[in-house]
């Protein structure tokens, strides 16, 4: 069965290091998502992205956050600068389109720890 | 205000007890989707429901159960028999769509699930 996947699933970094988290959506959907949760709080949304560019961002993605599609598989997240408050549980989600009825599937997420 | 409650922060029981999960939404949508997630300790997210809003049937899945009730903006879930595999953190979670139509999901705040043997 087709699955999202994610890369590292693990990642240690610095404060004010750039950070690249790698999400490989399931090969024929169309939309993608990235989630963040925060140990022990609630997954929040972040960013939907469809046809190379964001269709809509949470007031958490900031200046410091971006992300693409540079290729035919991968979509990615990029935080700029880290922060602290910038370590997390990030989970990347794909669907086929962005309808309502349409289930996003979660990849096994990635652990950010910024230092 | 919340879109999605769960009231529940914890919740504890003994093996082989039932429990239920609570979690009410909001929306003034009049189609949306309810899911139901596990997150093991391990953190990944595990789907085990979704739920349309125009089908209120309950549904019912070897041990997990889920009651949809409209009237309340309700949609609970049921585990009979608990097994000490079914700790883990349970999230509820709404999707609707946006002021631009866009798909948007809004999960719960989530109940941590302990089952003691």
């Known amino acids: 069965e087709p699955e999202v996947t994610q890369t590292p699933s693990h990642q240690v970094t610095q404060m004010g290091q750039e950070v690249i988290l790698r999400c490989v959506p399931i090969s024929n959907h169309l939309y993608f998502y990235w989630y963040r949760q925060i140990l022990g709080q609630k997954v929040e949304f972040l960013v939907s992205f469809y046809n190379n560019e964001i269709s809509e961002k949470s007031e958490i993605f900031d200046d410091q956050f971006s992300v693409e599609r540079p290729d035919g598989s991968n979509f990615t997240l990029k935080i700029r600068s880290t922060k602290l408050e910038d370590s997390a549980m990030y989970f990347c989600?794909?669907?086929?389109?962005?309808?309502?009825?349409?289930?996003?599937?979660f990849g096994p997420g990635t652990r950010l720890t910024v230092l | 205000a919340q879109k999605v409650t769960q009231a529940q922060t914890e919740i504890s029981v003994v093996e082989k007890e039932d429990v239920t999960l609570d979690c009410v939404y909001e929306t003034r949508d009049t189609t949306y989707y309810l899911f139901w997630y596990k997150q093991p300790p391990s953190g990944e997210l595990v789907f085990l429901i979704r739920?349309?809003?125009?089908?209120?049937q309950n549904e019912i899945s070897g041990r997990y159960s889920w009651n949809f009730q409209k009237s309340t903006s309700s949609f609970n879930f049921t585990i009979t028999a608990s097994q000490v595999v079914d700790s883990a953190v349970y999230f509820c979670a709404l999707s609707e769509a946006d002021s631009g139509g866009y798909q948007k999901v809004t999960f719960g705040t989530g109940t941590k699930l302990q089952v003691i043997p």
């Open positions: 989600a794909s669907s086929p389109r962005d309808r309502v009825d349409d289930e996003q599937f």
């Open positions: 739920r349309n809003s125009f089908d209120e």
